[in-house]
């Protein structure tokens, strides 16, 4: 589950990180209003307007400068009920609901400002947690990464022992701090893993973290996801996930204990397991098709998750034919075979043809049980067979 | 032979009286599996089963000598039962749970590779078949034949499609390891290929993966260089995009290195058989092997 910067930076602060200040605000009134506390409780000469959604954007699309709160206004006016491209909306974009009105913090002083940057995940290769780090703040760190590898440092953290503070004192070096910066650094750091471990966090992101003027270490920006599968511990955060983030018919699925993730193809698809789902949607294409969508349907196809499974795929108008894929184990399939006569009659008018395949625990009179209903359903056994029922079904 | 659990394999339930539990347990003894026991904490003393019940993992092991252990103990708890088991000397410890919250695994896989003679497979997964010999798993055991070729898998229902193409094509299975979906996996790909590539009855090796990680990526490299068997591979996912979970917490691309594509390029380059369609992993698993001759 993703976090909003404002959310993030939220968290952060309940574990002691300095973090720059500013207001939430759904409407302009709220974003001018939130201006001028800001302006009192900071002082800051100028405003940032920074926009809330989901994913990674370019900074200049999402980050606006108002150097007062005319500016705020105009800034906030424009952003709000903008669509925002992001790599994970795909083409059709993110509206923009709401803005997050900031402080101002590279304000010049004894020292220049300088821009870092921190992260925290998980690393699959080792199985470890891993700080990665680098000079180079304010930028996309895949380019970074890209172009420059020497400058983006690795601290993995020991599962035994845990974070120590060792750990933080080797990125402050590396980061070529100094006096006072050093030690906020280490704080902040150290602080920073606290949070991650403590709120099952799968990733925290900060970039820039920032040396102030003054030697203060403190994060500009702020991105968070946490486990999916720990939720259950932090019911705090679970509260801040935001729905209007989410694909609307992935979170009805979820509703009905359904795995479903929305594509953009053809062909939808009804299977149990997640791996022979990801499996039958590269049978569709293979066939010529392409998958609609990723449904799981778990362990037990029952008549009433076949039927939910139906409604859910077909809301979708771009969907052609439905190629349903069991493997009975434990379930067996005539069960399953007469789950989805009778949700087909439940339903009245399905449009599109739908091929089921059932294969394992008797699969054999499974294929009876559709071939003898009298519905628009062909049935297969063979894997290969569904994949040649869809090319068919397409060719129509 | 087999690699992992056979017929002597003494299995202990964790979570033996729960309803997951007590099914597959029930299964496993059908299946001719020895199961001597579970454990449930609060209900040590009582019969399950016709198996005695444990409060805990130690006190199972001193009186039923049991050297493996399944778990299906729900997520929040599965970690903490994963230490016990390595703590009281467990062998091979199966976790079949899925939802593990990831902190969790990280520490229960560290402290299990802290332990001599210690291995973890899972969590998230289906479990270890040797056919004919012992189940420790969820899977179906009627799919199965005692045979040659090994399977080494990150899914369920799709290992059961492969072990029934193996069947169907005239072949059997010398040992199943579900290695699991999650991000954490307790043995990875290559050391599953590994334990069947050592072991004198497997002649052939099916690897089936799926988008996320470097698993496979890595079992292929060595297989290259160390590999004495044919192996046949497919890599579930092709048409899953970018940053989104496919339904197990580890098939996600992150990156350019771990989609289908970038896994099965680098499994074609290191000499392994792969397959584009899952209906043909039987088939080809056939040719490979007459080949081979």
């Known amino acids: 589950m993703n976090l909003h910067e404002y959310q993030a930076k939220e968290v952060m602060s309940r574990f002691g990180i300095p973090v720059q200040r500013g207001k939430l605000a759904y409407t302009v009134e709220e974003a001018i209003t939130g201006a001028k506390q800001l302006q009192v409780e900071t002082n800051t000469p100028i405003f940032i307007v920074k926009a809330q959604v989901h994913g990674r954007t370019r900074q200049r699309r999402r980050h606006q400068i108002g150097k007062n709160i005319d500016e705020v206004r105009e800034k906030a006016q424009a952003m709000l009920g903008m669509t925002l491209v992001t790599k994970q909306t795909g083409e059709e974009g993110k509206l923009v609901s709401k803005v997050y009105i900031a402080e101002d913090m590279y304000i010049e002083g004894k020292s220049k400002p300088k821009e870092f940057y921190l992260s925290i995940l998980f690393d699959r290769s080792t199985s470890q947690n891993c700080i990665i780090y680098s000079t180079e703040g304010g930028m996309d760190i895949e380019e970074v990464a890209h172009e420059t590898p020497h400058l983006v440092h690795k601290e993995w953290i020991s599962p035994i022992t845990g974070f120590m503070p060792y750990n933080a004192r080797k990125i402050a070096t590396n980061l070529g701090l100094s006096g006072e910066a050093f030690k906020s650094c280490t704080k902040f750091v150290a602080n920073l893993y606290n949070a991650y471990v403590t709120t099952d966090a799968s990733m925290i992101e900060v970039n820039p973290m920032l040396k102030t003027a003054d030697d203060r270490i403190v994060a500009v920006d702020g991105k968070m996801s946490i486990d999916d599968s720990a939720l259950f511990r932090h019911p705090d955060l679970l509260a801040m996930r935001d729905l209007s983030e989410e694909n609307p018919t992935e979170v009805e699925a979820g509703r009905s204990n359904l795995n479903f993730v929305k594509l953009d193809g053809n062909v939808g698809c009804m299977v149990n397991g997640a791996g022979l789902a990801m499996a039958t949607m590269d049978i569709i294409k293979l066939a010529g098709g392409a998958p609609a969508n990723f449904l799981d349907v778990g362990g037990t196809a029952s008549a009433e998750t076949v039927e939910a499974g139906f409604r859910i795929i077909l809301k979708d108008p771009n969907v052609k034919a439905i190629l349903v894929n069991i493997f009975g184990g434990i379930v067996r399939c005539d069960r399953v075979a007469n789950g989805i006569v009778e949700a087909y009659q439940q339903m009245g008018n399905i449009k599109v043809p739908i091929i089921v395949r059932l294969q394992g625990t008797n699969a054999e009179l499974a294929k009876k049980i559709i071939d003898e209903s009298g519905l628009e359903v062909h049935s297969a056994i063979l894997l290969s067979e569904a994949a040649d029922k869809v090319q068919q079904v397409l060719a129509h | ?293």
């Open chain 2, 1 to 293: 032979m087999s690699v992992l659990v056979n017929k002597d394999s003494r299995v202990l339930v964790q979570g033996f009286t729960g309803t997951e539990g007590s099914f597959h347990a029930e299964q496993m003894i059908a299946y001719g599996t020895q199961v001597v026991g579970g454990v449930t904490p609060g209900k040590g003393g009582m019969m399950h089963l016709d198996r005695p019940v444990f409060n805990t993992v130690a006190a199972a092991v001193a009186a039923t000598q049991a050297n493996v252990s399944i778990i299906f103990v729900p997520p929040a708890f599965a970690a903490d039962a994963i230490v016990e088991a390595a703590e009281a000397g467990i062998a091979l410890i199966i976790c079949i749970t899925e939802g593990i919250p990831v902190q969790d695994m990280i520490k229960a896989k560290a402290y299990v590779k802290s332990r001599p003679n210690c291995r973890l497979i899972g969590p998230n997964c289906p479990g270890v078949i040797t056919p004919g010999e012992a189940k420790v798993g969820i899977m179906p055991g009627f799919i199965h034949r005692p045979g040659t070729i090994g399977i080494v898998s990150r899914s369920g229902t799709l290992t059961y499609e492969a072990v029934n193409q193996v069947t169907k094509a005239g072949y059997g299975q010398s040992t199943c390891i579900g290695v699991g979906g999650d991000p954490v996996n307790g043995t990875t790909t290559l050391e599953a290929i590994q334990l069947l590539m050592a072991d004198p009855n497997t002649e052939g090796i099916i690897m089936i993966g799926e988008i996320g990680g470097s698993m496979e990526a890595n079992a292929a490299y060595w297989i290259k260089e160390h590999g004495t068997k044919p192996v046949v591979g497919f890599i579930a996912g092709q048409t899953a995009p970018k940053g989104k979970r496919m339904g197990h917490a580890g098939a996600i691309v992150g990156g350019a290195d771990d989609t289908a594509e970038a896994k099965m390029k680098i499994m074609r380059e290191c000499g392994i058989y792969v397959v584009d369609s899952p209906a043909f992993i039987g088939r080809t698993m056939a040719e490979a092997l007459q080949k081979r001759g």
